[in-house]
């Protein structure tokens, strides 16, 4: 089928990429600690019978190319299981090692990034951002959401760094907003995400402005849709939380990740775009028809091969089931991973928990009834969050366990992966405690 064929209602920009959510019907694994477990059924594949059923089926049907699924006992080694190749057809097998479109998996990086900083004392939870970004300190707010964009009122409270953390701010998404205000994001390149270079019908031409400052700037000229500190609402706020790191650390953002983050947790195949020398572990990218699996980011020709507009914080980086491990891994260990300490225990503590603000409501949304951290969804001591292609990962301190599922395909609804990868590692958790 050409690309020509893809249906506008299937494949409009807004449905592929606003499949960010991580479903946490698993998050009740953390309700009890399973270090006995572990010590147990140490890094038998067999104790993921579940996990390793869902991605045979899943992969056996083609309704995937590949699934790569990594989990973990506190610092113990993680047991991968791994099915099918890079690309459907291909030869190359996918493996930990093979790198996937992260996507909203990027923002609690961001997050975390953010808290060492707060850490350091160079930011503060609760601190305005206008103290760092001075162009935010007159914010303007829609009086009617996603009504008119000059029937405004001034905005009640600054928004603070609280907010940027976890979608508080009364900032939008061109993947969620809908009427004039999402018009003036495309127009003023608020659109911080990538697809594809193809030209698919429905996913439109949107391009983020080029520059990080500039992002800043142009949001910062757009009004709220919603009063700070009021709701929560899936927004562009660890994008421009990317900026506010940049000015308190006095680094780019995408160096202080690498320095700060990457480099001492020993993730080396995570980067805001993939270099030529590693594009043979490259996945190809698959948008769902009819339930029919078609590419529409080979990786060969992928948009993750350009140089990115600016670091996306919210949606930008591509990573390996590995490397993401190591991620959680370190905040398993409470910012150490290796006998080396990245982020200090505080941080790590205080951005895995529920930071909502008291006068935050989280009623009609994807996280009614949870909470929320530092880029990620806080249930039950579970942390984590998933990403529009088919990825998941979360933590739980309380399990003493890690897990993350990496795929490839969108939107993400197409399939029930953000739900069904949590009930089955609940499951096999089940099973575990029986035994």
């Known amino acids: 089928m050409a690309y020509r064929d893809f249906a506008v209602s299937e494949f409009s920009r807004r449905s592929l990429l606003r499949g960010g959510a991580w479903l946490t019907a698993g998050a009740a694994l953390a309700g009890s600690p399973m270090g006995r477990v572990a010590l147990a059924q140490g890094n038998s594949g ?3 019978r579940n996990v390793a059923t869902m991605v045979d089926k899943y992969v056996g049907e083609r309704k995937v190319a590949n699934m790569v699924a990594a989990l973990g006992w506190g610092r113990q080694d993680p047991t991968y299981i791994a099915r099918g190749n890079l690309a459907l057809g291909g030869s190359t097998r996918a493996d930990e ?43 303007m707010v829609q009086k009617t959401y996603d009504g008119s964009v000059t029937d405004l009122v001034p905005a009640e409270r600054p928004i603070t760094v609280r907010h940027l953390l ?13 009427g004039p205000i999402r018009e003036q994001y495309v127009r003023y390149g608020i659109v911080p995400g990538q697809v594809s270079r193809l030209p698919i019908p429905g996913l439109g031409r ?39 790191i ?62 990115p507009a600016f670091p996306f914080g919210g949606a930008g980086l591509v ?37 909502l603000p008291e006068t935050a409501t989280t009623k009609g949304t994807w996280i009614e ?11 039950n001591d579970a942390y984590g969050w998933g990403g529009a292609a088919g990825t998941v990962g979360f933590v739980s301190h309380k399990a003493n366990l890690r897990a993350t599922m990496m795929t490839q395909y969108m939107p993400s609804e197409a399939y029930p992966i953000h739900e069904g990868f949590p009930k089955a590692v609940l499951s096999d958790l089940a099973a575990m405690q029986g035994a």
Do not use: C
Request: avoid cysteine; charge should be negative; hydrophobic fraction near 40%.
């Open 166 to 178: 976890t979608h508080t701010a009364g900032f939008g998404y061109s993947i969620v907003q809908k």
């Open 319 to 355: 990573s390996s089931p590995r490397d993401y491990d190591r991620f959680l891994q370190m905040l398993l260990g409470y910012g150490k991973i290796d006998g080396r300490r990245v982020m200090g225990e505080l941080a790590v503590r205080v951005g895995t928990s529920n930071l």
């Open 369 to 379: 009834g949870q909470g929320f951290g530092a880029g990620g969804r806080v249930n």
């Open 206 to 244: 949107e391009e983020a402005i080029r520059g990080l400052d500039k992002f800043a700037n142009n949001l910062a000229r757009l009004p709220l849709v919603l009063q700070p500190g009021t709701k929560w609402s899936y927004s562009v706020s660890l994008d421009l939380l990317g900026r506010v």
């Open 246 to 307: 940049e000015v308190a650390s006095g680094m780019k953002f995408d160096e202080f990740l690498r320095t700060a983050i990457f480099e001492p947790t020993g993730m080396t195949s995570t980067w805001f775009r993939v270099p030529e020398s590693e594009v043979d572990r490259f996945t190809t990218n698959y948008g769902i028809m009819g339930g029919v699996p078609l590419p529409m980011d080979p990786a060969d020709s992928s948009v993750y091969l350009d140089e």
């Open 97 to 139: 090692d093979s790198l996937y479109r992260i996507y909203s998996m990027t923002k609690p990086i961001t997050g975390m990034a953010a808290m060492m900083l707060i850490d350091d004392a160079k930011l503060g939870l609760d601190q305005p951002i206008a103290e760092v970004l001075p162009a935010f300190s007159n914010m």
């Open 46 to 48: 067999i104790a993921w």
